[in-house]
């Protein structure tokens, strides 16, 4: 029997395929929407200190190969989904909160509230948003990354891992790396959409997304070697106890399959969720199954991280 079974940070997941941090993890109705689904785990959108509204609209565009997006992380502020976690245990899976406050001492305040929930699991920092007018992606800067590492690991008590952004040059691979190696981190997700990108309307002449004059971050298929490459970087340069979580491009189950084979422990969906729905869970689990069946895997870890070099 074909097992989609994994764990990431120590936590068990049914299957290894669960949301990114980005679309339709938001209010209650959508966390629930996750919960009900076949999702392996819930992940909540990014909480910052407060609510935010996020940036002006529209700010999220599909096209026929992938999205852009300029959300500004619109949430209902960390207390919201710190509560939550109460609901979020009917479903029986790991309710893991994504934390993005807009400085050092945001993130560990909301880190420490926390800290005492036993319904939240783990938590996600996201180093990583492309859409805050005027704000740097902390996961470009490696000495505010060890220093923000530093101050939040002086307060949290769940399993904690980071969202990174997509790197493109070796030895910036390496110099996280080197950062992250210096923390207990958990996990390591690799990618946030690629910003800042810029899709035109050729008919109109015309950016597609208001925000920040049209510029964004790019998700879907063309993402996907991307996503690739940072998995398979990470997977071979972090800590062996670090999972890697890997995210961009992610529209089927071979790609799963792809980013497993590249180290993935385990899988999340953002512009296919936000374009397909929840039932994009059990399609693509459907999928990953049949993939394995006729190659005689019984779980991911018969094939995980066994990406072969050429010869
Ligand atoms: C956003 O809300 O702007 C997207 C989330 C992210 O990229 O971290």
Not at 192 to 206: K, M, P, R
Not at 280 to 308: H, T, V
Request: aromatic share 10%; charged share 20%; proline share 5%.
């Amino acid at each position: 029997m074909t097992s989609l079974k994994t764990t990431i940070a120590g936590l068990e997941l049914e299957t290894c395929i669960y949301n990114a941090s980005g679309p339709l993890c938001t209010t209650a109705e959508e966390l629930d929407d996750l919960g009900q689904s076949m999702a392996g785990a819930i992940l909540s959108k990014s909480a910052t200190l407060e609510y935010r509204a996020g940036n002006e609209k529209p700010r999220y565009y599909e096209t026929g190969w992938g999205s852009i997006n300029s959300m500004g992380l619109p949430n209902e502020g960390y207390k919201f989904y710190a509560d939550y976690a109460k609901q979020a245990a009917q479903y029986g899976k790991p309710y893991i909160v994504s934390v993005s406050g807009m400085g050092f001492e945001d993130n560990a305040t909301i880190i420490k509230h926390l800290a005492g929930n036993e319904n939240i699991k783990a938590i996600e920092l996201n180093l990583s948003c492309p859409n805050l007018p005027g704000k740097p992606q902390t996961g470009y800067d490696f000495e505010q990354s060890r220093a923000l590492l530093n101050r939040v690991f002086e307060v949290a008590q769940q399993p904690l891992g980071v969202k990174l952004p997509p790197y493109f040059d070796m030895p910036h691979f390496e110099m996280m790396a080197e950062v992250l190696n210096d923390f207990p981190i958990s996990f390591a997700t690799c990618i946030n959409s690629i910003g800042n990108g810029l899709v035109i309307d050729t008919d109109q002449e015309c950016v597609v997304i208001k925000p920040k004059k049209g510029f964004g971050g790019i998700g879907g298929d063309f993402i996907k070697p991307t996503a690739l490459a940072n998995v398979r970087k990470f997977y071979t340069l972090l800590k062996k106890d670090v999972d890697i979580i890997g995210v961009g491009g992610i529209k089927n189950g071979m790609d799963a399959f792809e980013h497993i084979l590249c180290g993935a422990s385990a899988v999340q969906i953002g512009t296919q969720l936000m374009r397909e729905g929840t039932g994009c869970f059990a399609r693509i689990a459907g999928e990953l199954q049949e993939i394995m069946n006729k190659k005689g895997y019984s779980s991911i870890n018969d094939f995980k991280g066994k990406l072969k070099d050429m010869e």
